[in-house]
Structure formats: structure tokens, C-alpha cells
């Protein structure tokens, strides 16, 4: 035959070839490996072939192949003379790993090439055909080949087939396919189809078997409870698959990337020299602005990063470290999309943190739930009119926020105890700042649990009482999902006390409850416009007409308009010139004990006269 016939029929082929130099790499694949594996030729010559199989078969699958290339060459026979017999394995059975992290059942054929089958070549080459199994097989507990002719020069060795609906007698680990679907099926996080943390830990496991450096990174998203409330459960999944996906993104295809639950990934790198620059990566890509549900959102990410050491006992030592830096990085000062890398302290009695429910229900009972306050500023007369409540742990000495032990507060009941604990230092703390003037209010987060309490309205208005504020004085945030997914019981409840005098507002306003119209006859008195819509501000000369659009129709039905998370003058020129009613961010004050509260007015009154000037 041609040898450009020859060519062309291995580049088109259906079967995905592959052709491996005698030192092990991928000198050669065809069309069919490129789409098979997902990953184009550029990327993958010259790479070791065993990162495009799973770690759980990977050590089986590089044995094999060094078995392959150790043996002696074929010589080049005389003519007239019977061709030697080739050395061949195959097949062998595993999961192949796409360059997403996806595992694929494969089956893959090997053979050894002599040297003057491949022209300039001057030892073995081996040949791999690799097919699409078609559904999962357990490679751990089996070995489904062997290791054909060896440097004995041996005849190879077939494994026999297993007749249809049989488990094999000589494989002691087979299970049936069925088994082997429910295995993949536990193994797998069903939204997103990542490894799930009992696949993680084996594979973190099997990664500190060997010697090769092994790094986990340990992520979430910040305020997640808040963002999937405001989001609805529809988007909140579109989010999480979108992250997903870019995480398998920045990672090799032979890193894990798993999901642990809610809003909690972890990633295992092995054999890599610099987990700082795949941190960083990680952290850039994940803070890029992404659209889901007809929102735009920019989620807050904490991660932290622990690298094996000479003193890493487990597994769980190592998790436990990442976690421990992931929480240094939530709660260092402005560290939203930060990340930080583990260091010994961070285990030490200050990092105890959120040591779940059974330490923030003795924080509770104990009083160690404060409260911490950010000005709100009204653009008309320019002053401070509103001072919002956020909940903090004190816990030895560290503070605590929200998305650290909301979720375990979730888990354990305790979200009524600590609302009511929230509004009732509220009110008695802002009570002299709020005697100044009744056009002062107090803002206090609510939850959609606290108003599936038949007496919460009853409740809200007997704190109030006690604290001697009028009602009036006081303003209740809740997300927008709350009013878009509420019952008639949860709107009553809140009619209830609008009736008594207390503000309404809807926290986290955005493009996926933009629908304007829908907010007509809802308890509501203001609309709070979500910081991430207002991160898209960076220059102020940008075009955004929703700003505009949302300003102008909240007014229209009599309400009042905040913009949250402004951070830069040109962002609070931007809402000002279109008529935004109140402004709140860090630009104007971190949030701060009350103890704070005259430093962190003159900071606001000192950036509304920078504002001022620049007009």
C-alpha cells in the first residue's frame, strides 16, 4: 500500500490511535484521539500518555506500557522469512480522562512497533488503539490484561472473555455492570458530575501512597445562603455548574476537581511544582462576571491551599489544614476572592472558629453573638440616615461573619434565636443615634426561616417595644426570593408589621426578579440593588441602562432606591446622577461595633464631601 494512503487512513480512521516514542511519550494521534480525549494534538504530544487515563487505573496502565517498552526489538526479517510475532497486550480495561476531568470507560489495545517499523527510529515504539467502552467497569481489584511478550521474548497471554451475563471466575474483584453503574452513580455529584467526597478521598488517598508532591485546594463561595436566595434554585444550579466547569478548566486533565456539597469544591493536584500560580488562576477565573438565570453575578470566593509535607499524616490532616486557610482567607479584611495558603497558626486556639452547632449554640446561650453596623447614605441631603445590622460570632478573640457559621445555624435551628438576638441589640444599641432624629432607621436582615414562624410579626413588634424605638425607625431586609416565592402566611406576616409602621425592603434586587411590574401590591417600601450588578460599574462611563431603568420605575411606584457594595467614587457618581435614593459600601465605612459608630459617620461625611467635589 502508499505510504500516504496509509497515512491518510490512521489520520481518519474511526478508532482513536495513538503512537508512543520509545521514552513513553505521545509522539503521534489521530482525529479520532483528538475528539475522543478532548484535547488537541498541540496539547497532548510529547505528554506522558498514562494523564489520559484515571488515577485509579494510572499505575496498572504506565506497568503495562513500560512492560511493552523494556522488551527487545523485532529485528527486520530476511525476505522470504515469517515475520516475528509483535509484543501485544490488550485489552486493557479502565476510565479515560477527558481534558474537562470527565471519565469515560475505555478500552484500550497495545502493541510494541520494532524500530524498523517506525522510520527513524532506533528502539521500540508501542501502538495504543483505544475504544469507547460504553459504560463503566471497576478497574481497582483487577488487572483485565497482561503484560504480553516481556523481555523474555514469551508469547503473549489473551484473557479469556467473560460469556454475556456472567461475572468472570478469574477476576476475584468483577462485579456485574449493573453494580458498576450504582458505583459510578454514588461516586459522581449529580448536578454538576464531579467526583463526590467519598471519590475525592480515595483518590487523595491513593495520591499519598506515593511520592510525588499533592496539593488540595479547599473553596467556597461567599455569602452563599444570601446568593441563592436572591438567585432562586433554578439559577443557584446554573451557577454551580458553571463554576464547576471552570474549575475543570484550570486544573490538568489528570487533577481532581470534586464537589463536597452546597457551595464547597476541593481540588487535588498531584505531581505539580506550583500550586500558588493554579490558586491564582483558579481565583481569576472564578471571578470573572458570568450570567445565569438572566443574572449577571460576580460571586465572592475563599480558598484556601495546604501542600503535602514530610509531616502529613492523612488525608484528613491535609483537608483539615486547607480548611483552616480557606477560613483565614474568609475572614481576612477585604479578602473576598482571596486566597491564602496554610500555615501552622492557623490550627492554633484562634482559628477554632465556627466550630459548628454545638459551639454557636453555647455562643447563643452565652451572649457572643454581636453586631456590627455599615452607614447608609442618602444622596439628597447628603447625610448618614441608616445604619444596617450584620450579625458577628465572637469566638476567642476572632470575630466571626455570617457565611462562617450561618450554614451551621441553619443545620442546627438556631436562625430564629440569633434574628432575634440581631434585632434586639439592634435596637437597643442604635437606640440614642436613632432618639437624634425619626428620619434615622435601623436596618435588620431577615431570613425566609425566621417568617415561617407563625409569631414572627408578634415577636418583631414585642423587641421593638421593649427596646423603647418606634416601629417606624426600624427597616426589615429580606431577599427577593422571599417575596417572589412566598405563601400567604409569610406576606401576612409582613403586611402585619408594615401596618404597625416597620420598612420593608428588598434585599439583592436584580435582573432575575427584574420584572418591575411584579412588585406592585407587595408589603415593600424600598428596593436594594445587588452589589454585584454594581461591580459592573468600573469606569462610569459605561452604558447600563438597568440602573436607569430600575431607578425610575421603583419611583414610579412610590419607592425608595439603595445601591449596595459601592466601593469607588465613579460608582457612587454613576448612581447618583441617575437618581439613586442611598448609598452603601466600603467607599463610606466598613461595618464596625457600635462603640465605632461617630468614627465611622465622619468616614462617610468625609467621602460624600470627596463626592461633592468632584461633581
Request: a negative charge; charged letters at 20%; hydrophobic letters at 40%.
Amino acid at each position: 500500500m502508499d505510504s500516504g494512503l496509509a497515512e491518510v487512513l490512521l489520520e481518519h480512521g474511526p478508532d482513536p490511535l495513538l503512537l508512543l516514542d520509545p521514552d513513553g511519550s505521545i509522539s503521534f494521534l489521530n482525529t479520532a484521539a483528538e475528539e475522543l480525549f478532548g484535547s488537541s494534538r498541540s496539547q497532548l504530544l510529547g505528554t506522558d500518555p498514562g494523564l489520559l487515563v484515571a488515577e485509579a487505573c494510572r499505575a496498572d496502565f504506565r506497568s503495562l506500557l513500560a512492560a511493552l517498552l523494556t522488551g527487545p526489538g523485532s529485528p527486520t526479517p530476511r525476505p522470504g522469512q515469517p515475520r516475528p510475532a509483535r509484543s501485544f497486550a490488550g485489552p486493557f480495561a479502565g476510565s479515560g480522562r477527558r481534558a474537562d476531568g470527565t471519565e469515560i470507560p475505555v478500552d484500550i489495545t497495545c502493541w510494541t512497533l520494532p524500530a524498523s517499523a517506525v522510520p527513524g527510529r532506533s528502539a521500540p515504539s508501542v501502538a495504543l488503539s483505544v475504544r469507547n467502552a460504553g459504560r463503566c467497569r471497576e478497574p481497582s481489584g483487577t488487572r483485565p490484561y497482561d503484560a504480553g511478550t516481556t523481555a523474555g521474548g514469551a508469547a503473549p497471554r489473551r484473557r479469556t472473555p467473560a460469556a454475556p451475563e456472567a461475572v468472570p471466575e478469574s477476576v476475584p474483584g468483577a462485579v456485574t455492570e449493573h453494580d458498576d453503574e450504582l458505583r459510578a452513580g454514588v461516586l459522581r455529584d449529580a448536578l454538576t458530575g464531579l467526583p463526590n467526597g467519598t471519590l475525592f478521598n480515595e483518590r487523595l488517598a491513593a495520591a499519598l501512597r506515593r511520592p510525588d508532591p499533592v496539593d488540595v485546594l479547599l473553596l467556597s463561595l461567599d455569602d452563599f445562603t444570601h446568593l441563592s436566595g436572591r438567585l432562586g434554585r433554578s439559577a443557584t444550579d446554573e451557577l454551580l455548574v458553571e463554576l464547576a466547569r471552570r474549575l475543570r478548566n484550570c486544573v490538568r486533565p489528570h487533577d481532581t476537581v470534586a464537589r463536597l456539597g452546597g457551595n464547597e469544591f476541593v481540588v487535588l493536584l498531584t505531581e505539580c511544582l506550583n500550586a500558588d500560580v493554579v490558586a491564582t488562576r483558579i481565583t481569576a477565573s472564578l471571578q470573572e462576571p458570568l450570567r445565569v438565570g438572566g443574572s449577571v453575578v460576580r460571586p465572592g470566593l475563599s480558598m484556601g491551599l495546604a501542600s503535602r509535607t514530610g509531616g502529613t499524616l492523612d488525608g484528613a490532616e491535609l483537608l483539615r489544614q486547607a480548611d483552616a486557610a480557606m477560613t483565614a482567607a474568609t475572614t481576612a479584611a477585604g479578602a473576598t476572592g482571596r486566597w491564602q495558603r496554610f500555615r501552622p497558626e492557623m490550627l492554633g486556639p484562634h482559628a477554632a472558629g465556627a466550630d459548628g452547632g454545638t459551639g454557636l449554640r453555647r455562643a447563643v446561650e452565652l451572649g457572643q453573638i454581636s453586631v456590627h453596623y455599615q452607614p447608609v447614605v442618602s444622596t439628597g441631603p447628603g447625610a448618614v440616615v441608616q445604619f444596617e445590622a450584620f450579625a458577628r460570632w465572637e469566638d476567642h478573640g476572632r470575630t466571626a461573619r455570617p457565611q462562617e457559621f450561618l450554614p451551621a445555624a441553619e443545620q442546627g435551628g438556631l436562625i430564629p434565636e440569633i434574628g432575634d438576638e440581631v434585632l434586639r441589640r439592634a435596637c437597643t444599641e442604635m437606640r440614642p443615634w436613632l432618639a437624634g432624629s425619626p428620619a434615622c432607621s435601623v436596618a435588620v436582615n431577615v431570613s425566609a426561616l425566621q417568617l415561617r414562624q407563625r409569631d414572627f410579626a408578634a415577636g418583631v413588634l414585642a423587641i421593638v417595644a421593649s427596646a423603647g424605638v418606634d416601629p417606624r425607625q426600624l427597616v426589615l431586609d429580606l431577599t427577593a426570593s422571599v417575596f417572589f416565592d412566598a405563601g400567604s402566611d409569610v406576606l401576612r406576616q409582613l403586611r402585619s408589621v408594615r401596618e404597625a409602621g416597620v420598612r420593608i425592603a428588598m434585599d439583592c434586587f436584580g435582573p432575575a426578579y427584574s420584572a418591575l411590574d411584579r412588585l406592585a401590591g407587595l408589603p415593600l417600601d424600598k428596593v436594594k440593588i445587588d452589589s454585584s450588578l454594581v461591580a459592573l460599574i468600573q469606569t462610569g462611563e459605561e452604558q447600563l441602562p438597568y440602573f436607569g431603568t430600575v431607578i425610575n420605575a421603583a419611583h414610579a411606584l412610590g419607592l425608595k432606591v439603595t445601591a449596595e457594595g459601592i466601593e469607588t467614587p465613579a460608582q457612587a457618581r454613576y448612581l447618583l446622577h441617575r437618581g439613586c435614593d442611598s448609598l452603601q459600601g466600603y467607599l463610606f465605612a466598613r461595618p464596625a461595633p457600635a462603640g465605632e459608630l461617630a468614627g465611622m459617620m465622619e468616614s462617610a461625611l468625609a467621602a460624600i464631601g470627596t463626592l461633592d467635589a468632584g461633581r
